[in-house]
């Protein structure tokens, strides 16, 4: 099993800038891509940057250019640096793992979420 650690949520203002981490224990080596979703309250969840393990990187149309998402595969860490923060980024941050889809491996791996709320 793969467990999922958030850190770095908290209140910024606007305009702002926030670096969000995820790190990873347990079976790692089911891990293919990571990313991150979001939730704000009475929306549905949505993805916001995702990196497979190539590298490739993938953004949602409302944080490109100002989020941007890494990995550091020797510490099983993902990251996402968000910059040019905005009200409408307030929402509950969500890491997400999904794996190579074994026999052994689980389908996919949830944080448990950090809340990132951002001031006007």
């Known amino acids: 099993q793969v467990q999922l650690v958030e850190s770095g949520g908290g209140l910024v203002q606007t305009g702002g800038s926030l670096r969000l981490s995820c790190a990873a224990s347990?079976?790692?080596?089911?891990?293919?891509?990571m990313g991150w979703y979001r939730q704000a309250p009475g929306k549905e969840r949505e993805m916001v940057a995702a990196i497979t393990s190539d590298g490739s990187t993938y953004y949602a149309d409302s944080v490109k250019g100002r989020f941007s998402i890494s990995r550091e595969y020797a510490k099983n860490t993902v990251y996402l640096q968000m910059n040019s923060l905005k009200p409408e980024d307030t929402a509950v941050y969500y890491c997400?793992?999904?794996?190579?889809?074994?026999?052994?491996?689980?389908?996919?791996?949830w944080g448990q979420g950090t809340q990132v709320t951002v001031s006007s």
């Open positions: 347990g079976d790692t080596i089911c891990i293919s891509a």
């Open positions: 997400y793992a999904d794996t190579i889809r074994s026999d052994y491996c689980g389908y996919e791996y």
